[in-house]
């Protein structure tokens, strides 16, 4: 994976792994100052805008890396990181499919369903992805970063 892809996954995952905590904490766990407030924050819609404004960056992400780092980790005879790897990939999948249902589910049930499946999928993915660089540091797996960085004058940036 070369450096921009880890730092386009890492800002990525960042904002959109932020955003969803915050925007969480605000939905699920405060009060709301009024009684008769649909939101519980002031900041509430601006957060969910952010968060569903900033998902696509992270599809970008992944697919950006599939053939540089995942496919080719997927395809190596090595078994080391493959859990936390495949932790991000199995968990990727139903969280993007998840938080786009929440936004066309009509019916309350339907929609229930796919928030508890985009909660549990989007904390799997939050777990895999602090996991994943340090069980490999702990492993002793070198960085799979190609030749081919935004500095190397042959490829370019």
């Known amino acids: 994976m070369s ?13 959109v792994g932020g955003t969803g905590i915050v925007y969480a904490v605000m939905r699920y766990v405060l009060e709301p100052a009024d009684e008769w407030s649909v939101v519980n924050h002031p900041w509430q819609p601006h957060v969910q805008h952010l968060h569903v404004l900033t998902a696509p960056l992270l599809v970008f ?5 599939w053939t540089t780092h995942v496919r080719p980790s997927l395809r190596r005879a090595g078994r080391r990181g493959r859990a936390t790897g495949l932790g991000l990939l199995v968990s990727f999948v139903p969280m993007v499919v998840s938080g786009g249902l929440i936004q066309t589910a009509v019916d309350p049930t339907w929609r229930s369903v796919w928030i508890g499946l985009h909660l549990a ?4 993915w939050l777990l ?3 996991a994943h660089p ?9 960085s799979d970063r190609s030749s081919t960085s935004l500095s190397d ?3 370019g940036p």
């Open 3 to 15: 450096r921009f892809e880890s730092v386009v996954t890492q800002l990525a995952s960042v904002l």
């Open 61 to 65: 992400a992944v697919g950006l890396m």
């Open 121 to 124: 999928s989007s904390a799997m």
């Open 128 to 130: 895999a992805w602090v």
């Open 134 to 142: 340090v069980w490999l540091r702990w492993l002793g797996v070198q």
């Open 153 to 155: 004058p042959v490829s």
